[in-house]
């Protein structure tokens, strides 16, 4: 089944050297190339608006991880560090000469703190969309993670999982995000599929805190980096803190890095404000083009 990208964009297929496909998305021309990636159960649809909106100044790449959307599932466990594996693959494919602007989102953040760590010399800039850290992520906290991902599988047995998990995902969402974009991200989010995956990723959360840990006392490599958070709606006030004071204090302590907090979403940044974020990127491949 071929599935629609969304207006304005295309989609193609990595063959990986074990066999499996990577369905990735495209659109855009002119370097640096950026690459999307995902939060824990999201797919590339999940930056739909913010894609086209950027690929307006630059190539662009999003992509469904292994077992995702248009993606073959991975028969190997779902660790930060395979799931790097896989998007190096990527990035040799579309970027082979020229490091790349990364855009990560939620649980996307590690995975990108990850390649950062096992090749500086590929990332050119970052951008870090209210993206998970540990001081979030205790480890109580890690091993629900998989419940709570299991949880919501088992709301397809019910009929509950689009209603539910639709309406927490565009509760903030305004104007910007079309019903034809929002039709494609929920198509994706609320597959069942993507259920499945999402628990065999969040299994491996508490086998990666440690890892997670010292990537982020590293630091990423000195580029470009610029951090977008939710001010936050009025639910989970102290987690928001949280992640806000965590962002700005690392934008700080970072010699080209920017924190910018944005009023009227929380964690959903690239849904409910996706022309912020996508100035956030913008910003980001202009001075990567600067030098």
Same mark, same amino acid.
């Given at each position: 089944m071929t599935l629609d990208p969304g207006k304005g964009l295309t989609a193609s297929t990595l063959t990986m050297a074990d066999g499996r496909t990577l369905r990735y998305v495209h659109a855009g021309e002119g370097d640096p190339v950026v690459v999307f990636e995902a939060g824990l159960s999201a797919c590339a649809s999940e930056w739909v608006a913010v894609q086209r909106l950027v690929a307006a100044t630059t190539r662009t790449v999003s992509y469904d991880r292994a077992g995702h959307a248009g993606s073959t599932t991975d028969t190997q466990p779902r660790s930060l560090m395979r799931i790097c594996e896989d998007l190096h693959a990527l990035i040799e494919h579309v970027s082979p000469d020229e490091p790349v602007v990364f855009v990560a989102h939620?649980?996307?953040?590690? =995975?990108?703190?990850?390649?950062?760590?096992?090749?500086?010399? @590929? !990332?050119?800039?970052?951008?870090?969309?209210?993206?998970?850290?540990?001081?979030? =992520?205790?480890? #109580?906290?890690?091993?629900? $993670?998989?419940?709570?991902?299991?949880?919501?599988?088992?709301?397809? $047995?019910?009929?509950?999982?689009?209603?539910?998990?639709?309406?927490?995902?565009?509760?903030?969402?305004?104007?910007?995000? *079309?019903?034809?974009? @929002?039709?494609?991200?929920? @198509?994706?989010?609320?597959? #069942?599929?993507?259920? #499945?995956?999402?628990?065999?990723?969040? #299994?491996?959360?508490?086998?990666?805190?440690?890892?997670?840990?010292?990537?982020?006392?590293?630091?990423?490599?000195?580029?470009?980096?610029? *951090? !977008?958070?939710?001010?936050?709606?009025?639910?989970?006030?102290?987690? @928001?803190?949280?992640?806000?004071?965590?962002a700005q204090k690392e934008m700080a302590n970072h010699a080209q890095g920017e924190c910018r907090v944005i009023d009227g979403t929380d964690h959903y940044v690239p849904q409910d404000k996706p022309r912020e974020t996508a100035e956030a990127i913008v910003d980001v491949v202009q001075k990567v083009r600067q030098g």
């Open positions: 939620s649980w996307g953040g590690p =995975m990108v703190r990850c390649y950062a760590d096992q090749h500086p010399d @590929r !990332v050119a800039g970052v951008v870090m969309v209210d993206t998970t850290t540990t001081a979030v =992520m205790p480890e #109580k906290t890690a091993k629900m $993670s998989a419940t709570m991902m299991s949880a919501a599988l088992a709301l397809h $047995s019910v009929g509950l999982a689009k209603p539910i998990l639709g309406r927490a995902l565009f509760k903030n969402a305004g104007p910007e995000l *079309s019903a034809d974009d @929002r039709a494609v991200i929920e @198509r994706d989010v609320t597959s #069942k599929q993507s259920a #499945k995956t999402a628990v065999a990723e969040a #299994k491996a959360i508490p086998g990666s805190l440690a890892l997670m840990a010292r990537w982020e006392q590293a630091g990423l490599p000195d580029v470009p980096v610029i *951090s !977008v958070m939710g001010a936050g709606t009025g639910r989970g006030a102290k987690v @928001r803190t949280t992640l806000i004071t965590g």
